[in-house]
């Protein structure tokens, strides 16, 4: 359930993005990220309009490449979708599959230690 402040805010209207008032919005959630980040002052924040599969894929696009060797862990709909990218592009990957509700510990991992991941 979200919270009522939450739901408020989701009921006005979004700020029109070529205004002031958005472009302070935008450096203030790019200050604030950072700082929960622990980033520098010099860092910069890209703010990726569009859903959390575009995310991935965005992710997976600009890091890694066909030399990489991924580790996915798939406990669900997300780590069934990044497999799937993954697949897409034609990237090496493996997979730990988790049942639902299922922690991932240092047991899960052990077995994938050094054997040339390039990425988690």
């Known amino acids: 359930m979200m919270e009522q402040e939450v739901l408020d805010i989701g009921s006005e209207q979004i700020p029109y993005f070529r205004t002031d008032e958005f ?6 959630n790019e200050m604030l990220i950072k700082k929960c980040v622990g980033s520098t002052e010099n860092s910069r924040l890209i703010s990726l309009t569009g859903s ?8 997976v ?3 890694f490449d066909e030399n990489d060797k ?7 709909s ?3 979708r990044f497999k799937e990218i993954c697949e897409i592009y034609g990237l090496s990957s ?7 509700g299922e922690l991932l510990t240092n047991r899960h991992l052990e077995k ?3 054997k040339g991941f390039t990425g988690f």
């Open 94 to 100: 493996e997979e730990i599959r988790l049942d639902h």
């Open 61 to 63: 696009m600009n890091i």
């Open 112 to 114: 994938y230690e050094n």
């Open 70 to 76: 991924l580790l996915v862990v798939n406990g669900g």
């Open 23 to 28: 472009s302070k919005l935008m450096l203030e």
């Open 52 to 59: 959390g599969t575009a995310a991935m894929e965005a992710t």
């Open 78 to 80: 997300f780590g069934t």
